[in-house]
Nanobody, 114 residues
């Protein structure tokens, strides 16, 4: 199983980034997909999740600024991040979850400068 995250980078506050996570080795449509992040010195935290049918869930910090979406045919999950803030700086990870089985991607770094 591979979850290949990409799209991170350095952006100024107020800017946007779009993260992608391409999955292989799983039946993608069976899995809840999620984005999590871990800032330096902090615990990993939920950003957003999306079920196969499209139901979404967001952390309060992401509501109104971030949008999670998925392409089941292309086995890819996306995270559109707008109005980025310095506190969004973290390593962003994608996760595939189904019935207690979960897989993590390798992470992509997002740095937001003030």
């Amino acid at each position: 199983v591979q979850l290949q995250a990409s799209g991170g980078g350095l952006v100024q506050a107020g800017g946007s980034l779009r993260l992608s996570c391409a999955a292989s080795g799983i039946i993608f449509s069976f899995y809840i997909m999620g984005w999590y992040r871990q800032a330096s010195g902090k615990q990993r935290e939920l950003v957003a999740t999306i079920a196969s049918g499209g139901d979404t869930n967001y952390a309060d910090s992401a509501k109104g600024r971030f949008t999670i979406s998925r392409d089941n045919a292309g086995s890819t999950v996306y995270l559109q991040m707008n109005s980025l803030k310095p506190e969004d700086t973290a390593v962003y990870y994608c996760r595939a979850l189904r019935h207690g089985i979960n897989y993590w991607g390798q992470g992509t770094v997002v740095t937001v400068s003030s």
